[in-house]
Structures are given as C-alpha cells and as structure tokens.
C-alpha cells in the first residue's frame, strides 16, 4: 500500500509596514533627503562663489592693468620734452575742434579731478563721489618712417613707410626737434601708396577737422617723427545693465573697457623736494604742481553684484604706476 503524504505550500498574504516602521522610516528618509539637498545646495553656492571671486579677480586685474599700461606711457611727446612751438595748422573754427591736445601739451600729461559732482565726460555721466584721471601723450609708430623723396616744399607731400596704419582723418604730429606741425592727415591710401596729407578743406570723415592750409611751417625728412597724439580720460558710469563699468574717452569718443566696476579713487606722488622720487601722495585737489606728479596709485573696486547668477563680493584691486617719460 502506498501512502501519498500531500504537501500543502502555504503562501503568505503580502503585509505593509507597520505604524511604528514607518514613524521611524520617515524621519531617517527626510534626514537623508535634508543631508542631500544641503550637499546639493552647498554644491551651488560654492560655484556661485566661486564664479564670483573669478568675475571680481578678473575684471580688477584686467582694469587696473589697462590704466597702468596707459599711466607708464603718458606725457611722451617724443623728442619734444622742452616743448618747442607747435604749429597748429587744424582749423579752429571746424565744430570738431578741439583744443585739449594743445592744452594737454602746454599743461602736461596727467590731470585729475578728485571726488567728482554731475561731471559729464565726452557726454557720459560720472557717477558722483569717483574720481577722473586724463592722461596725454603720443604714441610712437615703430614701424614708420619718412622716405624719399624728402619734401622739397611746405606744401609737399610726406612719403612714409607702407603698412603704417594711419587713416584718413587722424590726427598727425611730426616733429624734428626743432619745428613741429599738428595737421589732420588728409591721404586716402597711406597703406599703399605710403605718404601723409595734409590737404585744405573738408576732411570727409565724422569727427575728422578741417587743415586750414596746405603748407606745414618746414620741410621734413627723415629726422623727423610721426606721432599719433592723445587724450584719455579713465571714470565709472553706468552700463546698459544697470550696474557700473571702467570706461574711456580717447579723444572724445566713449567706451565701455570693464564691467563691474564699481569705484575709482586715484593718490598722485609728487616730487616736493626735486629729489626725483615721490614724497607725498595726495588727492587732485591736494596736489601742488601735476607737472611734479612722478607716480600714480590707483584703487578700483571690482563689484560682482550687477552678475544675478553669481554671489555678491567685492574686492578693492591696487597698483602703483610710474610715469616712465618723468621717471627716465
């Protein structure tokens, strides 16, 4: 006889949690979950950060660089440093005239404004309680020189190097020491063909002014320079986003250099006692003679606030400038 011994499986009817499982449960998860998103966050707000400090080293460096740069070189007149008579054969009367090279050149290279109040510059508004540095000089063309044939008149034309990069329009200083002409270069092909005019009339460029005369007060050759005068004026205005940049007039005409900029203050060193070194530092309105004037200290304020992806910080950016063409 057999005997069939039946097994009969048993199956369990699936259970939930418990009450007291998922008193405990929940507050491990939300403790989990609240760890996380602090990571998470701490993740954001430290690349915020990050961003931000970058943003504010960045644009310090690169403003306080460019004004650097420009406050070495200011006031070089080439081999005019006593100045000799300038003949300025640019028609006063053009609406574009301008009299600040001159008066640049008869003041000297650095003038500042301390502090300023509703100060407007080439028509943009400096914002109040920032100060304004202009600086002026020349700027060398290396890579131009005058070529034959030599003017054999005051009216000829000047034969120069190609390549040179001047247009029609700018302004031309040539000097040989001696003599010196401002004209407006009048040529319409000085890359190839290589001369300078300095033709009466209308000069048919916006913003160019008018030569008065054909004839330069001498004959120039090749001991002679060519230099591109210069007036830049550095200040803080308001941009289109609602913050405030680095901006600069060269010669009247505004740009924008570096935003996030929020505060420019300037200290001049000036020699007192003819030593040849700086011995005090003072505001532009402290400062005795700016001809005297050997160093230039300049504070910005690099403001990442006018970035809303980034933490506000802010970071003041000093540097100290000789004035190589007083300090040589």
């Known amino acids: 006889m057999h005997i069939e011994i039946k097994k ?27 760890a996380v998103l602090k990571i998470f966050t701490n993740s954001i707000q430290s690349a915020h950060t990050q961003t931000a400090f970058g943003r504010v080293q960045e644009n310090g460096r690169m403003a306080t660089e460019l004004m650097a740069r420009d406050i070495r070189g200011a006031d070089y007149w080439g081999c005019m440093n006593n100045f000799p008579s300038v003949s300025n054969n640019l028609d006063t009367t053009d609406s574009d005239y301008n009299t600040y090279i001159l008066d640049m050149m008869a003041t000297g290279g650095v003038v500042g404004a301390d502090n300023v109040s509703s100060t407007t510059v080439s028509g943009t508004s400096v914002i109040d309680g920032t100060d304004t540095l202009t ?163 300049v504070s910005l304020t690099s403001d990442s606030s006018s970035d809303e992806s980034a933490t506000a910080l802010q970071r003041i950016y000093t540097v100290t400038s000789n004035i190589r063409n007083r300090t040589l």
Do not use: W
């Open 135 to 297: 600086l002026s000089g020349t700027q060398g063309l290396s890579n131009v020189s005058i070529d034959t044939p030599y003017m054999t008149a005051n009216s000829s034309t000047i034969h120069i190097s190609t390549s040179s990069g001047i247009e029609v329009g700018d302004l031309i200083l040539i000097s040989d020491c001696e003599n010196a002409d401002l004209f407006t270069n009048t040529s319409g092909n000085t890359d190839t063909s290589g001369s300078l005019g300095h033709n009466q009339g209308n000069v048919t460029v916006t913003g160019a002014v008018n030569n008065t005369g054909l004839n330069l007060s001498t004959t120039y050759d090749n001991s002679a320079q060519i230099l591109i005068p210069y007036v830049k004026t550095y200040f803080i205005a308001a941009n289109t986003s609602g913050g405030n940049s680095l901006y600069q007039s060269v010669n009247s005409s505004v740009s924008e250099l570096v935003r996030g900029i929020t505060d420019l203050q300037i200290m001049y060193g000036e020699d007192t006692t003819g030593d040849g070194s700086a011995d005090t530092y003072s505001n532009a309105g402290s400062v005795t003679d700016m001809n005297n004037v050997l160093t230039i200290r």
């Open 8 to 34: 009969r499986l048993s199956i369990k009817k699936p259970q939930g949690f418990t009450l007291i499982e998922l008193l405990i449960a929940i507050p491990i998860s939300m403790l989990v979950l609240f």
